[in-house]
């Protein structure tokens, strides 16, 4: 099933079959892709695919898992995951093992949960355009559904409720004025 990210009023939500969400975007609001840019802060409109789902096992229990694990193409993280976001290296936009020399993000995070679950989307990968933005996911929203720095993001309990109903074959749309921007 097909999820779609769309603006209602001031805020934004997520759809997939009949349930909805609030959920955040980027700080910076939306940009078509053509126009975006690394750390730009900005979510890019189009449909991008589910490519998979990395988890936190020590913090996603089997029961909340076994909702989903059949769905999805899932790996669980681990403390050396990171994902490069260097325009100028050869694996921007790509999952790389920490310690690594050039710009990256780190997934597993002690300090917060926002990447306990993290669907990858297919954003900017196929292929790989440098510069055009990196590390574009849907993952757990912090308290207050506070902005990303360009991701979408659910609260934890509605993530979770959303797995059961994607698959890698589902895509994420994100829509503004109710018009999908390819």
């Given at each position: 099933m097909d999820i779609t990210v769309k603006q209602t009023a001031k805020s934004w939500s997520l759809?997939?079959?009949?349930?909805?969400?609030?959920?955040?975007?980027?700080?910076?609001?939306?940009?078509?892709?053509?126009?975006?840019?690394?750390?730009?802060?900005?979510?890019?409109?189009?449909?991008?695919?589910?490519?998979?789902?990395?988890?936190?096992?020590?913090?996603?229990?089997?029961?909340?898992r076994s909702s989903f694990i059949d769905n999805l193409v899932c790996s669980p993280l681990n403390q050396r995951d990171g994902w490069c976001d260097d325009p100028q290296d050869a694996y921007y936009n790509r999952p790389v093992i920490i310690p690594y020399d050039a710009g990256h993000e780190l997934l597993w995070r002690d300090q917060e949960n926002v990447y306990d679950l993290i669907i990858i989307l297919g954003y900017n990968d196929d292929p790989v355009v440098k510069g055009?933005?990196?590390?574009?996911?849907?993952?757990?929203?912090?308290?207050?559904?506070?902005?990303?720095?360009?991701?979408?993001?659910?609260?934890?309990?509605?993530?979770?409720?959303?797995?059961?109903?994607?698959?890698?074959?589902?895509?994420?749309?994100?829509?503004?004025?109710g018009v999908q921007q390819d």
């Open positions: 759809h997939c079959g009949n349930r909805s969400w609030p959920c955040a975007i980027g700080k910076n609001g939306t940009v078509h892709p053509d126009q975006k840019v690394e750390g730009d802060g900005k979510t890019p409109v189009g449909s991008w695919k589910v490519r998979s789902l990395l988890f936190r096992a020590d913090r996603i229990t089997q029961e909340e055009k933005g990196s590390a574009i996911f849907l993952h757990i929203a912090k308290p207050g559904l506070t902005p990303t720095e360009g991701c979408i993001a659910l609260a934890r309990d509605h993530l979770l409720e959303l797995l059961p109903l994607i698959t890698d074959n589902s895509s994420l749309h994100v829509v503004i004025d």
